[in-house]
């Protein structure tokens, strides 16, 4: 039975699709079957993954709507070898189109069920909102990674993000947990940063991951390519820290 990952931040640009497409591409190196579901009408990681997404004929859209089912809709990143349940702008729509229709936090869940246990992870890239379809994907997962860049806003939003999640544990998913803070993009020439990575090791401790993603500019020049970074350029600082982040994922999970 696979193990469900929402990567959430309601913030913008923090690395959350950058987090999800080379864990995804991480994992799978490490020879965990991934399956990576896009959330977001940015259709960003759907992009990352390698997929073209102007020319997708249906995408998590109509999953989420009932209109077809996962295993007609997901598609193989060739570049990251990993599945890829793909988004486009298409998903904008779901978001007034779901409110009416029955269990519309679940919907994402209830379609999960089906394909979960044909792979180890689902990672979820979610929306920079904490809108209904973030909600979905936290109703889906048994916990959330949170990607934060070290600096003097860091932490702001992260008390609603934290209570959303807590909200969400108490009504609709008892199973939710913060897996997680990932510090990315990070610049240890800065002494903000390393002021900023204490802090959150000082007040969340062992929610703190061990990895630390640098700020890399290979990671920002893969997507183009349509290959995640872990891909692109293997060697790179960037592609290692998400490399040893999907061991440190793997060993996570074995106590969950
Ligand atoms: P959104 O909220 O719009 O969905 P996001 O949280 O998914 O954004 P990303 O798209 O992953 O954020 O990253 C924002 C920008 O930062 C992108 O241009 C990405 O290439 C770049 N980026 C992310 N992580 C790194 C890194 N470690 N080093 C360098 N650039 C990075
Ligand atoms: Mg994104």
Redesign the pocket.
């Known amino acids: 039975m696979a193990k469900i990952f929402c990567v959430a931040?309601q913030?913008?640009?923090?690395?959350?699709?950058?987090?999800a497409v080379n864990l995804a591409a991480g994992l799978a190196q490490l020879n965990q079957r991934v399956l990576l579901a896009d959330l977001?009408p940015?259709g960003?990681a759907t992009m990352g993954a390698g997929i073209n997404k102007a020319t997708l004929k249906e995408t998590i859209y109509e999953v989420l709507l009932g209109m077809s089912d996962i295993k007609s809709v997901r598609v193989v990143s060739e570049t990251g070898n990993f599945d890829v349940l793909p988004a486009n702008r298409e998903l904008a729509g779901a978001e007034v189109e779901m409110v009416d229709l029955e269990n519309r936090e679940k919907r994402l869940k209830n379609a999960m069920a089906s394909i979960a246990d044909e792979y180890d992870f689902i990672l979820i890239?979610c929306?920079?909102a904490l809108s209904l379809l973030t909600l979905n994907g936290l109703c889906a997962a048994n916990g959330v990674i949170i990607?934060m860049q070290c600096e003097y806003y860091a932490l702001e939003g992260l008390s609603d993000l934290v209570n959303t999640i807590k909200k969400v544990h108490a009504n609709l998913n008892t199973d939710l947990k913060i897996i997680g803070l990932l510090r990315?993009?990070f610049d240890p020439r800065m002494t903000l940063s390393q002021q900023v990575s204490a802090e959150l090791e000082q007040h969340f401790g062992d929610k703190v991951f061990k990895t630390v993603?640098?700020?890399?500019?290979r990671?920002?020049e893969a997507?183009s390519y349509g290959m995640p970074g872990v891909c692109f350029d293997p060697a790179s600082k960037?592609a290692q820290a998400y490399i040893a982040f999907g061991a440190e994922m793997v060993e996570r999970i074995k106590s969950m």
């Open positions: 931040n913030k913008g640009g923090v690395g959350k699709t950058t987090t977001d940015q960003n890239d929306p920079p990607p990315v993009m993603i640098p700020r890399n500019v990671l920002a997507p960037g």
